[in-house]
């Protein structure tokens, strides 16, 4: 079965690649962590730009589009360490499906978070809205946000202490909730193909251009070696999200462990390649100067959102053993 992209598409990432770049950047990442200022490019460009809310239904003035869509958006949100994360865009979409707030989502003038228990919330820095699930129903109302300090500015990390006045979206949507977690995970995943695609990009750069002993670095096994394992990682990373985001479309039966397995091969292969660039660039990269930190920094937050990448391959391993039976 091919999990290539179409030329649709390809023209849908080209045109992201083109927005993100030109609005967020690692730059505007290290201006958010040294100067506490906003991420880029920020909930209000995100929605006038339509690419977060591709998956909220045209009558709700959302783009219609695919699962697969958003991942292509959310590989060049990656790559540019882009806040705040589509994931929050993607799992609000599932959420508020049928409900009214679902057309303030898409035209930017609802400031959504979701909250997952006790854990730090994902976007919760500048949210005024927060989901969460109350038994088997899915809540929304108000909340106080307690910003946590930032490893990574982008991700908007916060405690949440909801509010009294949550109302019912959803009765009875215990599926719907673990649905929208799913897809979550596998636009998380995207992003960190993104990440961990520029990350080597970097890498491979630098060492191709690094001069040690009249060579260039990446002439040297060791370096070459351990770019390669990078790129290795991320390939099998890149087939693992167009399959979960296809199963998300038109296989549900297998998103389960598609997006279990996304989530933990993202997890994974964003840390080694963040490691990596740190590697290959020597002693300016342990410096706060240089961007690798920045790449690093977000393999350290994401790895943990969502559940860990330990969950991850644990549900991975039990989904894949009950088919097997």
């Known amino acids: 079965m091919n999990f290539d992209l179409d030329d649709e598409q390809r023209d849908l990432a080209a045109a992201a690649r083109d927005f993100l770049s030109d609005v967020a950047s690692p730059g505007a990442a290290r201006t958010a962590l040294d100067d506490g200022a906003d991420v880029a ?12 809310t591709i998956t909220v239904p045209e009558e709700a003035g959302g783009g219609g589009g695919s699962v697969l869509d958003l991942a292509v ?16 865009y993607a799992r609000a979409a599932v959420l508020l499906a049928g409900d009214a707030r679902l057309a303030a989502l898409a035209d930017g003038s609802l400031a959504v978070a979701v909250v997952d228990g006790s854990a730090p919330v994902l976007d919760a820095v500048g949210a005024d809205t927060f989901l969460a699930r109350r038994g088997d129903d899915v809540l929304v109302g108000g909340g106080t946000v307690t910003r946590r300090e ?3 500015p982008t991700r908007g990390l916060g405690d949440v202490a909801l509010g009294d006045d949550l109302t019912v979206v959803a009765g009875d949507a215990a599926l719907r909730w673990q649905h929208a977690e799913r897809v979550g995970r596998v636009v998380l995943a995207a992003e960190g193909l993104g990440t961990a695609s520029r990350a080597l990009e970097i890498g491979v750069e630098y060492a191709q251009q690094r001069q040690a002993f009249g060579r260039a670095i990446g002439s040297y096994q060791a370096v070459k070696h351990a770019l390669v394992d ?6 099998q990373l890149r087939s693992l999200v167009w399959w979960a985001a296809w199963a998300a479309d038109q296989a549900p039966e297998e998103l389960p462990l598609a997006a279990a397995a996304a989530k933990a091969a993202a997890a994974t292969a964003l840390e080694q390649a963040a490691e990596t660039l740190i590697q290959v660039h020597g002693g300016i990269g342990f410096t706060w100067e240089h961007d690798a930190h920045l790449f690093w920094r977000r393999a350290k937050v994401d790895r943990l959102l969502l559940g860990d990448d330990v969950a991850a391959y644990d549900e991975v391993a039990r989904l894949a053993m009950a088919g097997a039976r």
């Open 230 to 235: 990078v790129y290795v990682q991320v390939e």
């Open 150 to 152: 930032p490893i990574d």
């Open 41 to 52: 490019p920020g909930r209000a460009a995100l929605a006038k730009s339509g690419f977060a």
């Open 73 to 88: 958006v959310a590989e060049q949100a990656g790559r540019v360490l882009a806040g705040p994360s589509l994931v929050t």
